[in-house]
C-alpha cells in the first residue's frame, strides 16, 4: 500500500487519501464529531464526496490526526 494516494472529487473540493499513512483512528467515520455520509469504510469506494457539504467535508479532513486525509479546492488546480 506504499505511496498510493487516492482522490475523491465532489466538483468542488477533491479529498486526497494516502491509505499508507492512515492510523485507522476512526475519527472521520465514528463518534460524536465524525462524518459517516461522506466516510463509509465498509464500501467500496470508501470515500463519498456527495455526502456532504464542502465545508463540512473541509472540517473533517483537517480533524484527521494522521495527515492520511489532505483536500484541495478544484478552482486552485
Ligand atoms: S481520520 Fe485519518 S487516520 Fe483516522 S481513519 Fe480517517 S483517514 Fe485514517
Not at 477533491?14 to 460524536?32: A, L, N, Q, Y
Not at 473541509?58 to 490526526?65: E, G, L, N, S, W
Request: hydrophobic share 35%; glycine share 6%; net charge positive.
Amino acid at each position: 500500500m506504499k505511496d498510493i494516494t487516492k482522490k475523491y472529487s465532489n466538483g468542488e473540493v477533491t479529498i486526497v487519501w494516502k491509505p499508507s499513512m492512515c492510523i485507522h483512528s476512526t475519527i472521520c467515520w465514528r463518534g460524536e464529531a465524525a462524518l459517516p455520509e461522506v466516510f463509509k469504510p465498509r464500501e467500496k469506494p470508501w470515500i463519498v464526496p456527495e455526502g456532504a457539504p464542502t465545508e463540512k467535508i473541509i472540517t473533517q479532513v483537517q480533524r484527521c490526526p494522521s495527515g492520511a486525509l489532505s483536500y484541495f479546492m478544484n478552482e486552485d488546480k
